[in-house]
């Protein structure tokens, strides 16, 4: 179940088409909302069923499975060159299209809304932010176009000025995103187990960026934000380890190339989460150590609004999120689907063996984003795995390179 803050003029006809594309889930609204007659009052939190076929990106099979299709600015966008579509666990869809330019179809600045199906199912839903003209002045014109979902714009937006000044005083994370939600027109659906308010005062300072501050809250409480297809921000807790949907080696397709690579400067020896003192909170801190390390290498943070006794928690949290940025493995794969007929998807827990990459054994990865990509001659997937516990925060035992 999602949730959505009513904006003035909105009906349950209005919510069911920016929710379920259409005007028939207007009864489904009513019945999850005894208490919310029409008219709707603006700032009214209702509840909205989650339609799987809208939020779960799980397209159709069959012949049609594979049919893409592109609607920009409500009208449909063919001729396309090539499609580059990213989704990822912890962060919003974005979208890249290079087409055959046509002077006035679509220009720069005009923030034209961009729907993608496949299969017929909705698939993303955003808006276009980069319109350009590329090429050279003796080839083609082509037009090069970048997006992304509905919620993205948080990534480089404020409040707007009426808001200020803005806090949240013992506000669970999606209440909070909802208040910053609302202003836009887009609903927050929440498929975490957390509600808990956080402690104390949050202070939305201006300059803030919304997305920033959400994410910030969101890794305290161990949650992930994304994005739905429908467009709208998404929490989520972190992906289990699971049977694996694929088991990928060198000498054999559909794996077309493997790239492993470690970055040291985000890896730590130790991570410890501190509580500043409160006048009615005491101070305190917890430190996780990494056995992995023998290398003096500690990192600290101060945080202010973690509730008493939760230090070890988001020190631990943090400790998964130094695995999520210290080792990144990319695998590319031909065609956009898994050997179990779905799409390759955030979450999917993917086995690789690659010992040119220093993957020893068979060993089992989280996704953590993928890139499907199209062009006149090639379909393909681009897949950026993680290790294990990335954001569970359960350190590995074993790593790739063990023997």
Known sequence: MGSYRVAPTDTYATISIRHYGHEGAAAKLRAANIGAVEPLIPGTTIQVPIDPSIHSREPITGPESDRLEVEIGGVPFTGWQSININLGLDSAASIGIIAPLVVGHITPLTYPPLRVTLGGVGFFAGTAVGINPTGSLTGPSLLSIAGYSTCGRLQNVTAPAGAYPLSFRRESLEQIAIRLCAPFGFGVVNRSADSEPFEGRQTF???????????DLARKRGVLLSSTAAGDLLISDPPQMSAPVASLGEDSLPMIACNLEADGENYFSEITCVQRAG????????????????????????????????????????????LADAVAVTVGVQGWRHAGGRVWAPGDTVRVHCPSQMIEKPYDFICRRVSLSQTESETAAELSLVLPGSFSGELPTVLPWDL
């Open 279 to 322: 006048r009615r909170t005491p101070g305190g801190g917890h430190t996780v150590v990494n056995p992995r390390l023998d290398t003096m290498r500690p990192y600290a943070r101060m945080f202010d609004d973690v509730a008493p006794g939760s230090a070890a928690e988001v020190a631990r949290l943090t400790a998964g999120r130094m």
């Open 205 to 215: 300072a201006p300059g803030t960026q919304i997305l920033t501050f959400l994410s």
